[in-house]
């Protein structure tokens, strides 16, 4: 049995060998299904463990409260979105003194004019995120990591001095060769000195890779921009005790802003394990579509080959007829033309894969993020490349068992 089968191998690779162009052209579809399986395997795989890490890096036992969701958001704003009142200096500071579990709460104020820059000299950056918070930022954050320099103090908020902590990538484009160290910079037209340094997060991807934080104390940041009123809270629970200090936000949030007992949250509050089922989600919406784009492509795949298999067995009628005319039985025909096709199919499925892990390869360089394509990948590309030559040459391998030996060996 098993020297059939290395002769029905060897067969099949010498029918592909001598029609190359028509074997190509007939597994162009499972290529193309098996290159899309790869590459969304191996980006999604990348992209999961980059955007995780990038998550619980704010913290396990931290959650976020604002006015409407922002992570992973679909879509415009709803119309009672709009219409929500705006998050108060106060019910964040209410937060530490009604909630027992909270350990502690990092309040910011965000602008709400437009793209953000920075400037020293010549050098400007765009897309910053720039907010003013008070010095518990840098115990609720847990990326919140000093390279050098200090963080805001107490005093500087109730001075209102004009200091501010930059991102490590904004540092590094504003001071390329320089310490930025007690240097001015210009940030939204206003003059800071710059008294400390970010360390760069770990995980994100593209832009997320980047530190683009730049951070002044709350109370110059609304002393200089009376209008921005856009509030967050972050809280830190203390460990273990998460879910009991979310409950807790929830039911002071709930007070402070007046909500009916039996209205909904006009305000929402996310934990790192939330953000990153939402992230799931999507990824599952992602998925469910690539595998509908697979699918065609490998049916299309598969009809190719049962169509190729046919005209072979068409073609190949009289050889046919001399092997069962030598002893062939019907099993020996059907193995042949069946190992053709998963032949065929396999082939094609060898170069799917190839094909997926170079694009793969080029497109996580391309993007910045991490991207390995899973061995459980592989295996399934190659498995179901296989399976396809199986199922749709079942048909032409049985045709071709069943022709009568004398008529085949009539055929011309």
């Not at 910011?108 to 400007?124: A, L, M, P, W």
């Amino acid at each position: 049995m098993r020297q059939d089968y290395r002769e029905n191998l060897k067969l099949a690779l010498d029918t592909l060998r001598a029609h190359k162009l028509r074997s190509f052209l007939t597994i162009v579809g499972v290529v193309i299904g098996v290159t899309i399986m790869i590459v969304v395997a191996g980006l999604l795989s990348g992209f999961n463990g980059t955007v995780t890490e990038a998550i619980t890096g704010y913290g396990t036992d931290t959650a976020f409260i604002s006015k409407f969701e922002q992570a992973f958001r679909t879509g415009r704003l709803t119309e009672e979105e709009r219409k929500r009142k705006d998050m108060t200096l106060e019910t964040g500071l209410a937060l530490t003194v009604e909630c027992p579990d909270i350990k502690a709460v990092a309040i910011s104020v965000f602008s709400d004019f437009g793209t953000n820059t920075i400037r020293y000299k010549d050098q400007e950056v765009n897309a910053l995120d720039f907010r003013g918070t008070f010095p518990q930022y840098i115990d609720v954050y847990s990326n919140a990591n000093l390279k050098e320099g200090r963080f805001i103090s107490d005093g500087d908020n109730e001075h209102h001095r004009e200091v501010v902590v930059l991102g490590e990538s904004v540092a590094k484009a504003l001071f390329p060769t320089t310490d930025p160290i007690g240097k001015m910079v210009v940030a939204n037209g206003h003059q800071f000195e710059v008294i400390g340094e970010f360390e760069l997060p770990k995980g994100g991807f593209g832009m997320a890779n980047e530190d683009r934080r730049v951070v002044i104390p709350y109370y110059t940041f609304r002393k200089l921009y009376p209008n921005s009123n856009l509030h967050g809270y972050r809280l830190l629970a203390y460990p273990g005790r998460l879910n009991q200090a979310v409950d807790e936000a929830r039911a002071a949030v709930r007070r402070a802003r007046k909500v009916a007992y039996n209205a909904p949250d006009d305000f929402v509050i996310s934990t790192s394990q939330q953000a990153i089922e939402n992230f799931y989600a999507i990824v599952g919406a992602v998925a469910l579509a690539t595998l509908v784009l697979s699918s065609i492509g490998l049916l299309i795949g598969g009809v190719g080959v049962m169509n190729i298999m046919l005209v072979s067995v068409t073609e190949r009628t009289r050889e046919i007829g001399v092997r069962k005319a030598i002893g062939a039985r019907r099993g020996d025909i059907t193995r042949q033309f069946l190992f053709e096709a998963m032949t065929l199919t396999g082939m094609g499925g060898i170069i799917g894969i190839l094909l997926g892990w170079l694009l793969t390869v080029g497109l996580g360089a391309a993007l910045q993020w991490s991207a390995i394509v899973p061995m459980w990948a592989v295996v399934v590309g190659f498995g179901v490349s296989v399976a396809i030559g199986l199922i749709f040459g079942v048909w032409p391998a049985l045709k071709a068992a069943r022709l009568d030996p004398v008529v085949a060996l009539r055929y011309e």
